[in-house]
T-cell receptor, first 111, second 113 residues
Framework: TQLLEQSPQFLSIQEGENLTVYCNSS?????LQWYRQEPGEGPVLLVT?????EVKKLKRLTFQFGDARKDSSLHITAAQPGDTGLYLC???????????FGTGTSLTVIP | NAGVMQNPRHLVRRRGQEARLRCSPM?????VYWYRQLPEEGLKFMVY????????ESGMPKERFSAEFPKEGPSILRIQQVVRGDSAAYFC???????????FGQGTRLTVV
């Protein structure tokens, strides 16, 4: 059973376009993280959101945590080839002992 | 401030040998998590340890796999009598407190031949 579902699974867009990646669950999370992973490397933490409805911006990336803390989205404005990678969401449950990872979204930005 | 350090980066073992994967958490972090990743797949939880204690090993196979995080030294993930199906990337992450943001190492890519 996959606790966190990400969509889309694959995304290929032209440089300069906007995109949104979704991370959904039926479970409540005490915090949610977004990571980006490049081939052959470990996931790199982009952001952590902890409050329902929270919005965080990191340059061209906007992260939102759902009001009920069950879902999140990542919006990228004016995508660049350097944004190419695997985007992973991960949630920590209030009583759990692990970070549950989403299925991942593989993004390719074509120059 | 060094990040999470894993070694070796690449490890080749013949079937039946033992694999030992090491993870040094970030300074000040006492919580360590091990994950396995197969090609084109997400990260699967294996085990969560806090200094000298295994807190949750629900994702780790009961046989051949073990993990430790001693008082001194790195966390070790040990795989005995490796089989081809053990070939994967193994990632370690650490956090300062339980279930707070975790930082990952670069992983150990195990290949069983």
């Amino acid at each position: 059973t996959q606790l966190l579902e990400q969509s889309p699974q694959f995304l290929s867009i032209q440089e300069g376009e906007n995109l949104t990646v979704y991370c959904n669950s039926s479970s409540v999370f005490s915090s949610l993280q977004w990571y980006r992973q490049e081939p052959g490397e470990g996931p790199v933490l982009l952001v952590t959101v902890v409050t329902g409805g929270e919005v965080k911006k990191l340059k061209r990336l906007t992260f939102q945590f759902g009001d009920a803390r069950k879902d999140s989205s990542l919006h990228i404005t004016a995508a660049q080839p350097g944004d190419t990678g695997l985007y992973l969401c991960a949630g920590a449950t209030p009583t759990g002992n692990q970070f549950y990872f989403g299925t991942g979204t593989s993004l390719t930005v074509i120059p | 401030n060094a990040g999470v350090m894993q070694n070796p980066r690449h490890l080749v073992r013949r079937r039946g040998q033992e694999a030992r994967l090491r993870c040094s958490p970030m300074k000040g972090h006492s919580h360590v998590y091990w994950y396995r990743q197969l090609p084109e797949e997400g990260l699967k939880f294996m085990v969560y340890l806090q200094k000298e204690n295994i807190i949750d090993e629900s994702g780790m196979p009961k046989e051949r796999f073990s993990a430790e995080f001693p008082k001194e030294g790195p966390s070790i993930l040990r795989i005995q009598q490796v089989v081809r199906g053990d070939s994967a990337a193994y990632f370690c992450a650490s956090s300062q407190q339980a279930n707070t943001e975790a930082f990952f190492g670069q992983g150990t890519r195990l290949t069983v031949v």
